[in-house]
């Protein structure tokens, strides 16, 4: 049973994906198994899920809902300076986290990890702050693109080198709020 709409509900933006890779019914049995995973091995620790606003947002909360154990969220903000920054992966810390992570178990949750650059320079400044675990959960992996060696405790789906949108993810910050994940069309994706 789908608690959104089918693919033809949503007008336009349905009209610029090219293949559905991901349903919605899809997406939430898998987010159910990884839930029911970080409920089973978290028991007991309390963990802080951490998120990178703004594509996993969906991913985060429904993931939370999941989750059976008491647990925390809190959320950071990030923006690239240049092109040529994010390529080297820094970028500039808009919003830091609330809670402190000192001596937590920290679980940090992302909507697609790709080269992997952005996500390897936020965990070396959470990794500084001395947590007493820090792991990472991924709904969508990019193999392939990966430039940086991330080890993974939760993965979603494995993503061929395509770029994808939906369920938070989005192109020019449109496409976010379908509740599918797809490929766009040629003509609307310009890389
Ligand atoms: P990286 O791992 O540092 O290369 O950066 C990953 C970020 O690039 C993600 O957090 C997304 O914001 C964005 N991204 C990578 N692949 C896609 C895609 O297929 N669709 C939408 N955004 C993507
Ligand atoms: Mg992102």
């Keep these: 049973m789908s608690r959104y709409f089918p693919p033809e509900a949503y007008g336009e933006l349905a009209d610029g994906i090219r293949e559905v890779l ?4 899809e997406i939430e049995e898998r987010v159910r198994e990884i839930g029911q995973a ?24 429904d993931l939370l809902r999941m989750i059976t154990i008491p647990m925390e969220v809190d959320f950071m903000a990030v923006s690239s300076y ?51 675990s820090l792991e990472v959960c991924t709904l969508f992996n990019k193999p392939r693109r990966r430039l940086i060696p991330i080890s993974l405790k939760y993965k979603g789906f494995d993503l061929p080198d395509r770029f994808v949108v939906g369920y938070g993810l989005d192109y020019r910050e449109k496409y976010r709020n379908l509740p599918f994940v797809g490929l766009l069309k040629p003509e609307i994706f310009q890389p």
């Design 22 to 25: 991901f349903t919605e019914e």
């Design 38 to 61: 970080i409920s089973h091995d978290y028991n007991g620790r309390n963990p802080l899920l951490i998120g990178v606003l703004k594509g996993v947002m969906p991913f985060m909360a």
């Design 82 to 132: 240049t092109v040529e920054s994010r390529e080297q992966g820094m970028v500039r810390l808009e919003k830091d986290v609330e809670i402190p992570i000192e001596e937590r178990h920290i679980l940090f949750v992302e909507d697609v990890i790709d080269t992997g650059l952005t996500l390897n320079y936020l965990l070396r400044n959470l990794r500084a702050h001395e947590p007493a």
